[in-house]
């Protein structure tokens, strides 16, 4: 079973500030990467996708690879009480299947 | 949009009953997918269907069986429900043209009493 390890705790954040999240991988092969965002009660939904080394941004969201050292990160700029979610990353790993960490959590403060 | 629905947003059920929980997507996806999600414990994948009448198990199949008989419907059967099997189930689907991205419906929760 692929693992894929998002090791924080609870983060939480000042309004306007930037949140970061990491995630790292143990296959060194893998290819693409996903962030989903999970509100309370409700499933998860996309943020973005990203399959190449360096940065891809979205809006206030940047997602960063790093094939050498196998971690991905999210970044969320200019934090709102609406990004209050649990964050989860996913990896790639053939046969049409997803890995999932097991998220986390982003808190911010008004 | 991608569209998947689930066919129940809460059920409650008592312990050996047979579950049925449907899936249905809009999108002509090939594959489908059952996860279950519990805390602590993350996003764990029960089967998932590639094709028509095609299914493959995934890391927790035990207790749970599948069915595919339409492209566009997938669902996850509870042979004979036990109280560990409460949880928040999940669908999705995906297409192997559009970047892997696996799009969810909204959620089971099932209780088993």
């Known amino acids: 079973q692929k693992e894929v390890e998002q090791n924080s705790g609870p983060l939480s954040v000042p309004e306007g500030a930037i949140a970061s999240l990491n995630c790292t991988y143990s296959?060194?092969?893998?290819?693409?990467f996903f962030w989903y965002r999970q509100y309370s009660g409700k499933s998860p939904e996309l943020i973005m996708f990203i399959y190449s080394n360096g940065d891809k941004e979205d809006g206030r969201f940047t997602a960063q690879l790093n094939k050498a050292s196998q971690y991905v990160s999210l970044l969320i700029r200019d934090s709102q009480p609406s990004d209050s979610a649990t964050y989860l990353c996913?990896?790639?790993?053939?046969?049409?299947?997803?890995?999932f960490g097991k998220g986390n959590q982003v808190v911010v403060i008004p | 949009d991608v569209k998947v629905t689930q066919s129940s947003r809460y059920l409650v059920k008592r312990t050996g009953e047979k579950v049925f929980l449907e899936c249905v997507q809009d999108m002509d996806h090939e594959n489908m997918f059952w996860y279950r999600q519990d805390p602590g414990l993350g996003l764990r994948l029960i089967y998932f269907s590639y094709d028509v009448k095609m299914k493959e198990k995934g890391d927790i199949p035990e207790g749970y069986s599948v069915s595919r008989e339409k492209k566009e419907r997938f669902s996850l059967i509870l042979e004979s429900a036990s109280t560990n099997q409460t949880s928040m189930y999940l669908c999705?689907?995906?297409?192997?043209?559009?970047?892997?991205?696996?799009?969810f419906g909204p959620g089971t929760r099932l209780l088993v009493l």
């Open positions: 296959d060194r092969g893998s290819q693409s």
């Open positions: 999705a689907s995906s297409s192997p043209t559009s970047a892997k991205t696996q799009y």
């Open positions: 996913a990896e790639y790993y053939g046969n049409n299947r997803l890995a």
